[in-house]
């Protein structure tokens, strides 16, 4: 795992202690995603620098169609936005699943990796 997969990792297993369920590196048909929810059929991708090119661009288009097609939802994030705005990343990763607990309700946003960090 890259590094900013290891930390969107960190936030993503917060949230399985709140009724989800994320796995990493996980196999679909024959293609390897960064993380998925099987329950709510959300993909979530980290990207380097090599999906921005022409033919990394072609082949995140014909996976994420192929996923669409079966039933999932793909959310891409670039590296510097996981190192950048985590904050952000979480958000949108929120907004994507359920409410989980109570109805309306959503987890709060984890303690953050820097807290106590001088």
Request: no cysteine.
């Amino acid at each position: 795992m890259t590094p900013q997969e290891v930390e969107l990792w960190v936030q993503l297993k917060y949230l399985n202690r709140h009724g989800h369920h994320f796995r990493r590196q996980v196999a679909i048909d024959g293609y390897i995603v960064d993380f998925a929810e099987f329950g709510q059929k959300l993909i979530i991708e980290v990207d380097g620098s090599q999906h921005g090119f022409a033919k990394g661009e072609a082949s995140d288009r014909i996976r994420d169609a192929y996923f669409f097609e079966a039933g999932f939802r793909v959310l891409r994030f670039w590296n510097n936005e996981v190192d950048r705005n985590m904050d952000g990343v979480f958000d949108t990763v929120l907004a994507a699943l359920p409410p989980s607990g109570a109805p309306g309700s959503r987890p709060g946003s984890p303690p953050s990796p820097q807290r106590g960090k001088d």
